[in-house]
């Protein structure tokens, strides 16, 4: 993208296309390519089911109960 035209655009009114290419250019600049690309491995989807899990995770614990660890832990 053009740097001219790019100061011209409001990053409200940015496509997530421009601000993409934006974000890889300034990436690119400041860190070089091979920067960028490993800036960019360190961001992986998740797999599986986030809030399937959670529920397990958290089934028979209440929301007192976290609070009361956390003031247990604060307390120490």
């Known amino acids: 993208m ?7 655009i409001s990053k409200q ?7 993409r290419e934006v ?3 300034a990436l ?4 070089g390519p091979v920067g960028m690309v490993r800036f ?6 998740g797999k599986g089911d986030y809030t399937k899990n959670r529920e ?3 089934k ?8 009361k660890e ?3 832990k604060h307390m120490k």
């Open 60 to 67: 028979g614990i209440s929301l007192q109960s976290i609070l």
């Open 56 to 58: 397990k995770w958290l």
């Open 28 to 31: 690119t600049k400041t860190l």
């Open 40 to 45: 960019l491995q360190q961001f992986q989807g």
């Open 13 to 19: 009114t940015m496509s997530l296309n421009q601000i």
């Open 2 to 8: 053009n740097s001219r035209r790019r100061q011209k």
């Open 23 to 25: 974000g890889l250019e």
């Open 70 to 72: 956390i003031k247990g």
